[in-house]
């Protein structure tokens, strides 16, 4: 009996060692799943970071470099359109002279029409002016040049067969961009008077031109 009860207790306690070691094994397979689970959900969560704040770094240098060359050729039409224009050359002769100052000068030059024997054509015109012999005689455009190198407020006078004329620079202004003066022309007889308007202006005469100088528009 006792051999049986002390057989009894022997295989008892090896049941109980034999369970605690199963469940020793069991609960360390547990732990180490758990431990793998976690290294691969932190290996995810950290893959997941990198690629997300890569993602935008990336995509930056497109947009920054993008709208400048948006800019850039949306500015080049304009650029070009204004060059034709700055660079453009004007000539005096796109100058004209206004319908009411043809009227005025027909006025003054008959005004001026003396008879003249020994004059071509009977007639002698007071209104051009006459001046001494200097470095603009026998030069093209000579007035011109002469009332360009006047002051403002200059006075040239002469002595015509039947009157006395004189041509004052009155003023000094930009007329369509050039540079010009205006004068005036006046003739005095027998206590009578006539006046007209005269311009002169500063630059090329025309595309055959080189020099720039002053001319006479009127």
């Keep these: 009996m006792h051999a049986v009860l002390r057989t009894a207790a022997a295989v008892t306690a090896f049941l109980a060692i034999a369970n605690a070691a199963q469940a020793q094994g069991f609960l360390k397979r547990l732990a180490d799943r758990a431990v793998e689970r976690a290294e691969q959900v932190a290996?995810?969560?950290a893959e997941d970071?990198?690629?997300g704040s890569a993602s935008p770094r990336a995509e930056a240098p497109a947009d920054e470099t993008s709208a400048p060359h948006q800019d850039a050729s949306a500015a080049t039409p304009a650029s070009v359109a204004s060059a034709p224009s700055a660079n453009k050359v004007r000539y005096i002769d796109s100058l004209k002279t206004p319908s009411d100052v043809e009227a005025k000068k027909a006025e003054y030059d008959k005004f001026g029409e003396v008879?003249?024997?020994?004059?071509?054509?009977g007639i002698?015109?007071?209104g051009r002016p006459t001046f001494p012999f200097d470095e603009f005689s026998g030069r093209y455009n000579e007035r011109a040049k002469r009332a360009g190198n006047w002051p403002v407020g200059h006075t040239h006078r002469w002595q015509g067969k039947g009157s006395a004329g004189t041509l004052t620079v009155t003023s000094e202004e930009?007329?369509?961009g050039f540079?010009?003066?205006?004068?005036?022309y006046r003739l005095e007889r027998s206590g009578n008077s006539a006046s007209r308007p005269g311009l002169i202006c500063f630059g090329l005469a025309n595309s055959s031109s080189e020099v720039e100088n002053w001319h006479e528009i009127y």
Excluded: H
Aim: contains cysteine; negative net charge.
């Design 49 to 51: 970071a990198v690629n």
């Design 174 to 176: 930009s007329v369509d």
């Design 124 to 126: 002698e015109l007071d």
């Design 43 to 45: 290996e995810k969560i």
């Design 179 to 184: 540079r010009c003066r205006r004068l005036e």
């Design 115 to 121: 008879s003249c024997d020994a004059c071509e054509g």
